[in-house]
């Protein structure tokens, strides 16, 4: 599995809206509301082989009020 943690930054007003069609989806394994620059931050399991931005595009990215995203992919360095 590969751990990647994504940002999003959501419509002014609909951050919760967001928020619970992520949760609908049982997409993310954790999910946090978050200051500054983006609202939400994910942490989400992609399945070994799986073509990374294409699982997201097609399971996440089409929920309606997400303007921008932020997605950086976690190594295993240790």
């Known amino acids: 599995m590969n751990c990647v943690f994504i940002q999003l930054r959501c419509a002014p007003g609909r951050t919760y809206e967001v928020a619970d069609a992520i949760y609908d989806r049982e997409f993310a394994s954790e999910l946090y ?4 620059e983006y609202d939400l931050i994910m942490k989400v399991y ?3 082989g799986e073509d990374i931005g294409r699982y997201i595009n097609d399971r996440i990215l089409d929920i309606p ?3 921008r995203s932020l997605t950086t992919l976690t190594f295993k360095a240790f």
């Open 33 to 36: 509301s978050t200051s500054g």
């Open 46 to 48: 992609i399945p070994d």
């Open 65 to 67: 009020h997400i303007a």
